[in-house]
């Protein structure tokens, strides 16, 4: 006959199969070589005095495997499984020009007419920041604050994009700030997809 458990122990095993129960996680118990079937029901486990039923490891099938407790560890390792990438990584540029730096695509740009968007514009709103930093914001168009000013993120957002910054132990000119477009949308509208696209480049 199998020992009884340690009350204390039996509270802490109670105290677990409540919080699973309050889960949703239906447990059951199961002698491995009987094919009946007990539930552990809500009712049972509020009452302290049931007791939580224990197997013996002698009651179990001689034919039974133990459990294994740690994974079969392969001799083929997982780089050898999965095949490698294949195609550019997602932080390589594609059509990466020579020599190209933000400046001489700023000076490109010029006073730049090239979408529907430069008409109601007051200034081009390129960037601003670290050209070299690792970290860079990429908001979705400039608003009225930085259309006017030429700088993003300058209006009320601009004030809580610095402050999320600073509290990452950060300044903006450690970072790079920039829109997809260069030119602020009529009312703020999101970018439409050819304005997207021309500006892109």
């Known amino acids: 006959m199998a020992e009884r458990i340690p009350e204390s122990l039996q509270k802490k095993i109670e105290a677990r199969l409540r919080y699973h129960e309050d889960l949703g996680i239906r447990l059951f118990y199961r002698e491995r070589g009987a094919t009946r079937i007990s539930y552990v029901s809500s009712a049972a486990l509020a009452t302290p005095a049931s007791p939580i039923p224990v197997f013996e490891e002698s009651s179990l099938p001689k034919s039974a495997p133990k459990p294994k407790l740690e994974p079969e560890?392969?001799?083929?390792?997982?780089?050898?499984?999965?095949?490698?990438?294949?195609?550019?990584?997602?932080?390589?540029?594609?059509?990466?020009?020579?020599?190209?730096?933000?400046?001489?695509?700023?000076?490109?740009?010029?006073?730049?007419?090239?979408c529907k968007l430069h008409?109601?514009?007051?200034?081009?709103?390129?960037?601003?920041?670290?050209?070299?930093?690792?970290?860079?914001?990429?908001?979705?168009?400039?608003?009225?604050?930085?259309?006017?000013?030429?700088?993003?993120?300058?209006?009320?957002?601009?004030?809580?994009?610095?402050?999320?910054?600073?509290?990452?132990?950060?300044?903006?000119?450690?970072?790079?700030?920039?829109?997809v477009v260069k030119c602020r949308p009529p009312e703020n509208r999101a970018p439409e997809s050819d304005e997207v696209s021309t500006c892109s480049p």
């Open 73 to 114: 560890k392969t001799s083929t390792p997982l780089r050898d499984v999965l095949p490698p990438p294949t195609g550019p990584s997602l932080f390589e540029v594609v059509d990466k020009v020579k020599d190209d730096t933000l400046l001489k695509i700023r000076e490109d740009i010029g006073d730049c007419t090239r």
């Open 119 to 179: 008409k109601g514009r007051h200034k081009i709103v390129f960037g601003d920041g670290n050209p070299k930093a690792e970290l860079v914001f990429i908001g979705e168009g400039p608003g009225a604050d930085e259309d006017m000013q030429g700088l993003p993120f300058v209006g009320r957002a601009g004030k809580l994009l610095t402050q999320m910054i600073e509290a990452m132990g950060l300044q903006r000119k450690d970072v790079y700030i920039c829109n």
